[in-house]
């Protein structure tokens, strides 16, 4: 007591350290980086590139989540639909559509529950869009490295 020392007894200290480890952003981010690091290897049998956008992109919002966010507007903005056809469903790259349709799912559940991140979960959301674009082929490659 004379040097102030705080005592705490082991139920509190576990409790706390429950709340502290687990939070849904924390596993928001765990699913985010497992689906998008999927993504990479579905899509390592069609491109080499698009993988590696994949993981360049898992880093990046791993990254993001992970720190305190930066002040900006809260607002969630408009979003482009992620709409598959069946005839995109069944193609070749049906796999990795819809893989990147739960990455984009789960990008905007995270938006929904913590808007502070939404600056940079918009433009993951949009990358997996045009992602989505260059292979049902709406666009090139080259269009999409332009736009990131």
Known sequence: MDKKIQIVSEAELKRNAVTH??????????IISSELLESALI????????????????????????????????SLGETEEFKLDA???????????IKLKKVYGTIHLIQAEYPQYNQVLREASQKITELKKQL???????TFNESV
Not at 21 to 30: A, D, H, Q
Not at 136 to 142: A, D, F, L, Q, V
Request: overall charge negative.
């Open 21 to 30: 480890t687990f939070s849904s952003l924390n596993g928001y981010k765990e």
């Open 43 to 74: 899509a390592m049998n069609l491109q080499l590139s698009i993988s590696q956008q994949l993981i360049d992109l898992e880093k990046t919002l791993v990254q993001a989540l992970g720190h305190d966010p930066l002040e900006e507007e809260a």
């Open 87 to 97: 005839v995109h469903i069944f193609s070749e790259q049906g796999a990795l559509l």
């Open 136 to 142: 049902i082929g709406e666009t090139n490659e080259k």
